[in-house]
Structure formats: C-alpha cells, structure tokens
C-alpha cells in the first residue's frame, strides 16, 4: 500500500461525484426538452458507479493485499451513464404546442426537478466527503514529515 493511496481514492470519489454532478445538470437543463437532435423528447440519465479492483497479474501483489486484511479498497469508477428507461415521459395536453401528436400531447422528459436537486445534495454531500478524507490524508502526511525534523 502506497502513502498516496488514501489521495488515490479520495480523488476518484471526486471525480465520479463531478461526474454526478454534470449529469444532473444536465438532466435539470433539460427538464423541457421536447425534441433532441434525433427528434425524440430528452430520457433523464443516471450515473453508476463501482468499486476499482486492482489489478492482480503479479502472485506477490496477490499474497500481499491477501495478507494485509486492513485494505480499504482502491477507489470508486464510473461504470456507465445510461438513459433511465424506469421512469415514465410526462405527457402534457398541449395542441398549439409545435411537438404535439395527433391527439393534442406533448411528450417531456422524465426528469423530475426535486429528485434531482435531492440527488446534486447528495453528490455534493459525497464529493464533500472525499475533500475532507483527502485533507485528512495530507495533514497526516504533513505531520509524520514534522515528527522527523524535531
């Protein structure tokens, strides 16, 4: 285990949580969006994330992580951003709108504007988190280097 391996992880749960973040900007940017380029009202999109494995090519890297059991992990990933399909599109009766179908409605997105400011909280909330683990790491870092100077 690397001393910078507490950087390592804090900085990728950053970054998947900004990529959170983007998304659902995204998303609310998008929340009256009728028609996109392919001509189809805009889907909400969700991000997914896991665990980082370590890659285990070496035997001896195999032995270690197995023999030192204090391993946290190594990170988080973006495993995918795909369309959320669960959800239904809102349909609204508009027929002066220039989207409507035949019967006078218009077809929006799936998003919904309060899940998404609940889901940027808690991204925020997350990415939050990891700043406060990556200054923890730098400060014990920080110390350990003045113990050695008095």
């Given at each position: 285990m690397?001393?910078?391996?507490?950087?390592?992880i804090?900085a990728?749960?950053?970054?998947?949580?900004?990529?959170r973040?983007?998304?659902?900007?995204q998303?609310i940017?998008?929340?009256n969006?009728?028609?996109?380029?392919?001509g189809?009202?805009?889907?909400?999109?969700?991000?997914?994330?896991?665990?980082?494995?370590?890659?285990?090519?070496?035997a001896?890297?195999?032995?270690?992580k197995?023999?030192?059991?204090?391993?946290?992990?190594n990170?988080v990933k973006?495993?995918?951003?795909?369309?959320?399909?669960?959800?239904?599109?809102k349909?609204?009766?508009?027929p002066?709108?220039?989207?409507?179908?035949e019967?006078?409605?218009v077809?929006?997105p799936?998003?919904?504007?309060?899940?998404e400011?609940?889901?940027?909280?808690?991204?925020t909330?997350?990415?939050?988190a990891?700043?406060?683990?990556?200054?923890?790491?730098k400060?014990m870092?920080?110390?350990g280097?003045?113990?050695?100077q008095s």
């Amino acid at each position: 285990m690397s001393i910078f391996t507490g950087f390592n992880i804090a900085a990728s749960g950053m970054t998947a949580q900004q990529t959170r973040s983007d998304i659902i900007a995204q998303n609310i940017a998008n929340v009256n969006t009728t028609r996109t380029q392919d001509g189809t009202p805009y889907v909400r999109k969700n991000v997914y994330f896991t665990e980082k494995t370590v890659n285990h090519a070496q035997a001896f890297q195999s032995v270690l992580k197995a023999a030192n059991q204090s391993v946290a992990g190594n990170g988080v990933k973006i495993t995918a951003i795909v369309n959320d399909t669960d959800a239904e599109m809102k349909m609204v009766y508009d027929p002066s709108h220039p989207d409507a179908d035949e019967n006078g409605y218009v077809t929006y997105p799936n998003v919904d504007v309060v899940t998404e400011m609940t889901d940027l909280i808690d991204a925020t909330r997350a990415y939050e988190a990891n700043v406060t683990a990556f200054n923890a790491t730098k400060n014990m870092l920080t110390t350990g280097l003045k113990v050695g100077q008095s």
